[in-house]
């Protein structure tokens, strides 16, 4: 089964925040289970959170068994370092579109390869590749129009927030694959 993930609006400055709770778990001895989807390239509402929350605010992802730990962290924090948490939403999954284009045999086998594997709760979906050999096309490339040889597509990955954050790193390393932001799914 799928870990639970949550989702915390937490009102404050990005940078004493993020500071001030990586801190605060830490000496919990809270090491991973969490991120902040600033460190990402997650879509959010940042406009409209600004307008709505009345200032700064934080978007912390955590698994569901830390969710106490954070609250703590909130409602001890003193001083001139006062945050808030806005909201708290439960997560149903993340997903995220990509891209790629080569003229490579070898660029696609390691393109088909890190497509192929993936983690438990990480899905492929509305994968559509296209290989093409064109005998007539084949001499010198290097700028060349036409390619021998080519292979590109575009799919979704889709599942548990953390596996997408995996691929997506794995994916978005490789200079022929382009990865759209990651959406999150409440």
Avoid at 70 to 93: D, N, P, V, Y
């Amino acid at each position: 089964m799928a870990v639970k993930h949550y989702d915390f609006v937490i009102k404050g400055e990005s940078t004493v925040l993020c500071a001030y709770l990586e801190g605060f778990l830490r000496g919990k001895g809270i090491k991973s289970g969490y991120f902040f989807t600033e460190d990402y390239p997650i879509q959010s509402h940042f406009i409209r959170e600004l307008i709505k929350y009345h200032g700064d605010v934080v978007h912390l992802i955590c698994r569901s068994n830390l969710r106490p730990a954070i609250r703590s962290a909130i409602t001890q924090s003193a001083g001139r370092f006062i945050f808030e948490i806005k909201e708290s939403k439960s997560l149903t999954g993340a997903t995220f579109d990509f891209k790629f284009k080569t003229a490579s045999r070898p660029v696609a086998g390691i393109i088909k390869r890190l497509l192929g594997r993936h983690p438990a709760g990480v899905k492929l979906v509305n994968y559509e590749p296209k290989e093409i050999v064109d005998p007539d096309a084949k001499g010198p490339e290097g700028y060349a129009p036409l390619h021998e040889y080519t292979f590109s597509g575009r799919g979704t990955i889709v599942g548990d927030i953390e596996g997408i954050l995996k691929v997506y790193e794995k994916l978005e390393c490789n200079e022929f694959i382009d990865c759209d932001d990651i959406e999150i799914v409440y």
